[in-house]
């Protein structure tokens, strides 16, 4: 394992809630489909990513691939940023990109019991925390002709793996450097969060 493979369970759920939009892909290597999709992650006991939670449109061709071959691949991309020199304070030093990715093996599920469920959990993510959250009972009848028009899934997860490559090979003052005049706030968070004692 690398120095950027090191994580556990708690790095990704964070990753999957700070950035539910991931590509789902299916389907053969010849015709692979793929769609971004906002999902939801369920977590067992011990905090392991152990399913997704998601819902897409039936016209999508995701939807015809996955019903024929049930095994996805889920991408979830955290947050990036390019890495200069002038950041680093070194010269000498070469520049880099920074980011965070989990790769997810999945069996899709569609199920249409769970496609309100599926609406609701998403909606109360997304919306908690606002001043005034948004209610779908707001869209009146509307609501009941764009619910028969998509379908709820669960991605029961199979395998993960992922890299988070967030300056944990740079010496001391460089990434002291870097964590103080990189202006990629959400970047510079996550630096911290995989770095400790050495911030």
């Known amino acids: 394992m690398t120095l950027f493979e090191r994580f556990d369970g708690a790095d990704v759920r964070k990753l999957v809630e700070d950035y539910p939009l991931a590509w789902v892909c299916g389907g053969g290597a010849a015709d692979i489909e793929a769609s971004l999709l906002p999902l939801i992650g369920r977590f067992d006991a011990q905090g392991d990513l152990v399913e997704l939670i998601g819902h897409l449109m039936r016209t999508n061709p995701l939807h015809a691939a996955l019903l024929s071959d049930p095994r996805a691949t889920i991408l979830f991309q955290g947050p990036d940023s390019y890495v200069s020199p002038e950041h680093a304070g070194l010269r000498d030093w070469a520049p880099t990109w920074n ?101």
């Open 99 to 199: 980011y965070a990715q989990i790769k997810v093996r999945a069996e899709v599920r569609f199920d249409e019991a769970l496609t309100e469920p599926s609406l609701d959990l998403l909606i109360d993510a997304m919306e908690k925390g606002r001043l005034q959250p948004w209610s779908k009972e707001e869209l009146g009848e509307r609501y009941h002709g764009m619910l028969g028009r998509i379908i709820g899934f669960r991605a029961t997860v199979t395998g993960l793996t992922g890299k988070f490559k967030l300056g944990q090979d740079e010496s001391k003052e460089a990434l002291a450097s870097i964590l103080g005049t990189l202006p990629d706030a959400a970047m510079t968070d996550w630096m911290r969060r995989f770095n400790g004692g050495r911030s």
